[in-house]
């Protein structure tokens, strides 16, 4: 397995860390993979209760690695990106964020598939996709407005823009916002906490707060044939060489 992923069992719970402090811990399709067997096998692991995702340095994720989705775009559902969001979306255990910085693209997504999520109070957030010529992805189309309501999931969506972690707590994405030198005391606890409940009847609980699993998994599959098709349009093209050349981009020429 890579070590820009790394996972550690504390008792009952099982943290997994994004270690990739130098690339802002942005996730290359080796990543995705580990990060899938990772859930897996934590999910049939009796000894695991809860799990823990967080970055390393002073990033959570930048989100999908922009080299390596311009150079190996996943193609089909069994691409790392998209085995990852299954695995997510299977997982029935409770899993917490530590939104310990940057949470970029799949870095803001993904809390929509966490149960509990704490930020610090430098964590930025930003659903950038439409500036990179790409589309929602990981249910975000469905799973954003029911966190935010529709007219603001229809504005992060739409604009791009990043937001801070006082907004993401006032939008509802993150549930609270802790000094970063609490947040490792506070993911404990509240790992510790969920741990201590009846397992069974927690995984009813998540269960029932997810709702139709099926429809989930469905619109990851149908965003996901929009967001494959995209990643080869000369749109993208544009937005990643601008990004690599840290530039602003120019779509002006297209229509
Ligand atoms: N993919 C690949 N490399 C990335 C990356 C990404 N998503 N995000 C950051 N990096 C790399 C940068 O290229 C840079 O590499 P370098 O040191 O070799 O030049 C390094 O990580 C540090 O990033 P930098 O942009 O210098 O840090 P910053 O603090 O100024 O900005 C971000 C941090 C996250 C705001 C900025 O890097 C960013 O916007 N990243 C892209 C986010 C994105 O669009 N993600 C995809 C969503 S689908």
Redesign the pocket.
């Known amino acids: 397995m890579t070590d820009l992923i790394q996972t550690e069992q504390d008792g009952a719970i099982l943290t997994i860390r994004l270690n990739r402090a130098?690339?802002?811990n942005?996730i290359t399709a080796a990543m995705y993979s580990a990060m899938a067997d990772v859930l897996r096998g934590a999910d049939s692991n009796t000894s695991i209760k809860v799990a823990i995702i967080t970055g390393s340095g002073d990033?959570f994720t930048?989100?999908?690695?922009?080299?390596d989705f311009a150079e190996n775009p996943p193609k089909d559902p069994t691409a790392p990106v998209f085995a990852f969001m299954d695995a997510m979306a299977s997982f029935t255990k409770p899993v917490i964020a530590g939104v310990n910085g940057?949470a970029?693209?799949?870095g803001t997504t993904l809390l929509l598939h966490c149960d509990l999520a704490i930020a610090v109070p430098s964590a930025?957030f930003a659903l950038?996709?439409v500036n990179?010529a790409?589309v929602p992805e990981f249910a975000s189309s469905l799973l954003l407005p029911r966190f935010v309501g529709v007219r603001k999931a229809q504005e992060l969506l739409m604009s791009g823009e990043a937001f801070d972690a006082e907004s993401a707590l006032k939008f509802g994405l993150v549930g609270a916002v802790v000094p970063a030198d609490q947040l490792a005391t506070t993911l404990k606890t509240k790992a510790a906490m969920l741990a201590a409940k009846p397992p069974a009847a927690l995984r009813e609980t998540k269960a029932l707060l997810r709702g139709d699993a099926a429809h989930i998994k469905a619109v990851i599959a149908a965003e996901a044939k929009v967001f494959s098709a995209r990643l080869q349009s000369a749109e993208l093209q544009e937005a990643v060489a601008a990004?690599?050349a840290k530039r602003p981009a120019d779509f002006s020429k297209f229509s």
């Open positions: 130098d690339k802002k942005a990033s930048a989100g999908n690695d922009l080299k940057v970029v693209g799949i930025k950038p996709f990179l790409l990004f690599f």
